[in-house]
């Protein structure tokens, strides 16, 4: 008999830190530590649509490079996605879009990517939001696909903020796809879909395009991972997209089309576990 793995106990603490933050409400705030923060994104410095024919080639090098790791982590099987539940739902987008997922893993947005291939749209290109350590000082192999997998860096300087929101808006309005994750944290292996925050709403409201709700269903294989715990296994379920109501202004289409989200995932997330979504927080 194989000697059982111990519990890691990184994750382990991170496991503690999801119960004191779930008790306490916070569920917005980071659970992991990340790379230390050595600069800031400049003006200019982000080739957010990829104009640049040097950042098209790196982009093409990077999606090569995810879709190897993808093969590698299926191979070693320590990446599973069993299957896509509602792939219609976003085949039928004909615009622009803004796709929401829970996010619980540093690979969840392979996941999604999957199932935007699985789409097979012929002109669409697949963008993320991410965060501006995640785009400036992440080393290596992980680092490069941060920058150049068509990943568009929330920034603290507002000049370049402002240079993202506008190019989303136009990837959106041009009919491009653009992943957000509007529980704005990764909780690791966390099943509950956690409040929203309404960026990715506005965003879709602004640009006029549909929001289409993703939730990852996630369930324990047989197999235990380096860090001690079972390996999980992936269901994609895609809602109906959420379009924006034609007689309501930006901002209550942002708040609308954020609360049927929340209904969408809050359904999702019942059926697929067989349980009623409580959380364990106190009451203030």
Known sequence: MSEEIKKAQDRLDILKKQEEY???GKFDLDLEADPPRTRNIKPGEVDFKRKRLI????AKIAFSMGHKLVKKLKKAGLFELEKI?????????KTGAVITCN?????????VQLAFEAAKFRKKKFFRIIKEGNYT????LYGFM???CNTLPLCENKNVMMECFKATKELLQEGHIVLVYPEQAMWWNYRKPRPLKTGAFRFAAIANVPVVPMYIEQQDTDRIGPDGFPIQKYTIHIGSPIYPDDSKNMKDNTIYMAEQNENVWKNIYEKAYNTKLVYNTKEK
Do not use: Q, T
């Open 22 to 24: 779930e008790l306490e």
């Open 55 to 58: 950042n098209k080639i790196r």
């Open 85 to 93: 539940i509602g792939l219609d739902n976003l085949k039928s987008i």
């Open 103 to 111: 996010h619980f893993n540093p690979f969840d947005s392979f996941a």
């Open 137 to 140: 000082d992440f080393p290596g």
């Open 146 to 148: 941060m920058k150049y």
